[in-house]
């Protein structure tokens, strides 16, 4: 079975350019997240996707991030414009309806901003 | 507000020793407690959880014991192997199934 795919694993990018990543989750996961992981930190919910609908989108920066997953398969999360605080590693992670409680999680994208 | 807390960020051991990670949680909602994996440029793998109603639950070299009164978790890992190096995370979820993690702890297994 094949994991989470992300992509690009590694963006430098300057302050106030735009950047998106895209993750395609685990094959028939119903819920998608993402989450934002500061260095030294844990992982942070930013949104969570039910097939194509938000379920959760409380601690995402609406100002500049924006998240989409058309047809309920892969997604996008986009910043635009960045800031310095933004740099961060974004993870991707999917579950599915009956284990609902185990996220998988894919790589990442590791986001330098300068 | 840090719901869940991992107040050791580093712990070292000896290989075939006993390792020992500590989780404390402040959210009585939380009914289901997971510690994930993770090995530099990767993401958090899960390798074990707990249900509220349980006090233990063990699989091979892992066992994570629940404290509901004292709302604290451990992992405990034995024998300690090379390969366990890692960060460890803890983490805690309610009926919405949204993780809430600690800032990870990380194990280095000395041969």
């Known amino acids: 079975e094949a994991g989470v795919a992300q992509s690009p694993r590694y963006k430098i990018i300057e302050k106030r350019q735009s950047v998106a990543f895209w993750c395609n989750p685990i094959?028939?996961?119903?819920?998608l997240y993402w989450y934002q992981q500061i260095l030294g930190q844990g992982p942070k919910l930013l949104i969570q996707f039910q097939n194509n609908g938000v379920v959760d989108d409380s601690q995402l920066p609406k100002d500049r991030f924006s998240a989409e997953r058309l047809k309920g398969v892969d997604s996008t999360l986009k910043i635009q414009p960045a800031k310095l605080e933004d740099s961060a590693v974004y993870l991707c992670?999917?579950?599915?309806?009956?284990?609902?409680?185990?996220?998988?999680f894919g790589p990442g994208t590791r986001l330098t901003v300068t | 507000d840090q719901q869940v807390k991992q107040n050791s960020p580093s712990l070292s051991v000896q290989e075939g020793r006993i390792s020992i990670l500590n989780c404390d949680y402040t959210?009585?909602?939380?009914?289901?407690f997971l510690w994930y994996k993770k090995y530099p440029a990767e993401g958090p793998t899960f390798l074990i959880s707990i249900s509220s109603i349980k006090d233990k639950n063990e699989d091979g070299r892992f066992t994570v014991f629940l404290n509901k009164s004292a709302k604290h978790l451990s992992l405990h890992i034995v024998p300690s192997q090379p390969g366990d190096s890692a960060v460890y995370f803890c983490?805690?979820?309610?009926?919405?199934?949204?993780?809430?993690f600690g800032a990870g702890t990380t194990v280095t297994v000395r041969a």
């Open positions: 983490a805690a979820s309610g009926e919405d199934y949204k993780l809430s």
């Open positions: 992670a999917s579950s599915s309806l009956a284990g609902a409680y185990e996220q998988y």
């Open positions: 959210n009585s909602m939380f009914d289901y």
């Open positions: 094959s028939g996961h119903a819920t």
